[in-house]
Structures are given as structure tokens and as C-alpha cells.
């Protein structure tokens, strides 16, 4: 028993510092020091309101134990009964970065259906409204969740566990770059060049414009990495590319 609590101890500390680090530098660079300097990439003019970064904090605080509840579940409690290897030497070398591409195509596609499944009209207050409260993203709306869909948005720790064979050091890696874009597509700036959505790869990537856009919006754009599945399925948002150019218009002007 004590050994589980050590090991939720060390889990719960490892994914806190990652998200607040990480938003913390986001928020810090944003929305603080470099304000004034990325003012032209600010997809949205207004600023969310003190009351908005406290909730999204507060949730987030949350998502982030029971995050932490699934992790152990998954990766210790029944880790006897998973595919998890703890010895680099269990695989060959080249499937360990092969295992990395493989978690981020699972996770990308379980989030495209988990995320419009959750806007469901008989379900989307119980479980997503929460998030969409923030219609007006910041870097801590990354985690801001109601708890069942907290549970939900962790679920792909236990698939991943579950179903491909990888070693625990590449899903540290990946949930720190799933923690990185996720708090970037919230940010409420775009980092992406101008017209970089009309490139071969651009098409495909999943911006912070076509993320903010279903936050203001609600419906369309449900990718978390790629677009890919959004317009596999017909979901990209129409007014997408339009709205991406708008954002480089509209500094171009300010600036003359």
C-alpha cells in the first residue's frame, strides 16, 4: 500500500509540474513579458477575465488527480496485465521511436472521436460544457475539465497501455509532447507562419486558429494534433481557412 502511494505520490508531482511549467512559461511569454511583441498573433482581441484563469486552474488542478488515478491504475495497479516493457533491450532500438508514432495516431484518432462523440446534444453538458466554458482560450484551459470527462480524456493512457507494446520512458516522452501541443492549440496565439495552412503538411496540422475556432464556435475542428480525420470525415470547419488568413489580414493592417 505504501509502495502505491509513493508511486501516485511521484505521478501526481510529474504530470503537475509538467502542465503548470508548461502553461506557466505559455502564459508567462503570452500573455506578460512578450504581450505587446506577439500583440499581431493574438487570434482573438480580447483577454479572458481573472474569474476565467481561476476556473480553468481549478479544474485543471482536478483533471490533473485523476489523471494521475488512471496513470497508476494503468501503469502499476495492472501493468502485469499490459504491454508495457521496462527494458529498452525487450524491443528491438528502431520500435522504440516507432512506438512513439504509433501512440501519437492512436491518440490523435481517439480524440477525434472522443471529442465529437462528447458534443452530442444528450451529452455534451454533462460532460464538455465545462471546457467550452472557456470560449476565449488561455494556456490553463489545456486541462480544464469536468471530471467525467477528465476520465474520459485519460483513457488513452489505458489504451495505450493495453493495446501497444512500449517502454515507460516513450510514454513519458509522449504525454510531455501531448501536454506541450495541447497547452500551444490553447494558447489563444497562432504560432504557425502565414498561409501555412495551404501547405502540402499544413493542411494536416491541427492549428491554435482552428482550435480557438471550435472553442468560440463549438462545432467543427475536433483533431487535437492533426486535421486529419476532421476532413477524412467531413467536420473541418468551412470558414477555417478563411478565418487563418483573416488573422494575418488583420495585422497587415494594423500595421500600416
Do not use: C
Not at 2 to 18: K, L, M, Q
Not at 232 to 246: L, M, P, S
Request: charged share 15%.
Amino acid at each position: 500500500m505504501e509502495f502505491i502511494y509513493d508511486y501516485f505520490s511521484r505521478a501526481f508531482w510529474n504530470i503537475s509540474y509538467r502542465y503548470f511549467i508548461t502553461a506557466s512559461i505559455a502564459f508567462v511569454s503570452f500573455y506578460i513579458i512578450f504581450r505587446k511583441l506577439v500583440a499581431s498573433r493574438k487570434i482573438q482581441d480580447k483577454f479572458p477575465k481573472l474569474n476565467d484563469y481561476g476556473r480553468d486552474i481549478g479544474y485543471s488542478t482536478l483533471t490533473i488527480f485523476i489523471f494521475t488515478v488512471i496513470a497508476v491504475l494503468s501503469l502499476k495497479t495492472f501493468a502485469e496485465y499490459s504491454l508495457i516493457y521496462d527494458s529498452i533491450s525487450d524491443m528491438p532500438k528502431w520500435y522504440y521511436f516507432t512506438s512513439l508514432g504509433l501512440m501519437f495516431i492512436l491518440h490523435d484518432f481517439y480524440f477525434y472521436w472522443m471529442h465529437r462523440i462528447m458534443h452530442h446534444p444528450k451529452l455534451y453538458r454533462y460532460i464538455h460544457k465545462v471546457h467550452h466554458t472557456s470560449t476565449n482560450p488561455s494556456p490553463w484551459t489545456a486541462y480544464a475539465f469536468h471530471p467525467l470527462e477528465a476520465i474520459i480524456e485519460a483513457g488513452i493512457i489505458t489504451l495505450i497501455a493495453f493495446t501497444i507494446p512500449a517502454h515507460r520512458s516513450a510514454i513519458a516522452i509522449f504525454f510531455i509532447f501531448q501536454i506541450i501541443y495541447n497547452v500551444y492549440g490553447h494558447t489563444g496565439y497562432e504560432l504557425w507562419p502565414k498561409n501555412f495552412h495551404k501547405t502540402w503538411i499544413g493542411r494536416f496540422v491541427n492549428t491554435s486558429v482552428a482550435h480557438n475556432m471550435h472553442h468560440k464556435k463549438f462545432h467543427g475542428n475536433y483533431g487535437l494534433y492533426t486535421l486529419l480525420w476532421d476532413r477524412v470525415f467531413g467536420t473541418i470547419r468551412k470558414d477555417y481557412n478563411t478565418d487563418y488568413e483573416n488573422l494575418f489580414l488583420k495585422n497587415k493592417h494594423q500595421n500600416q
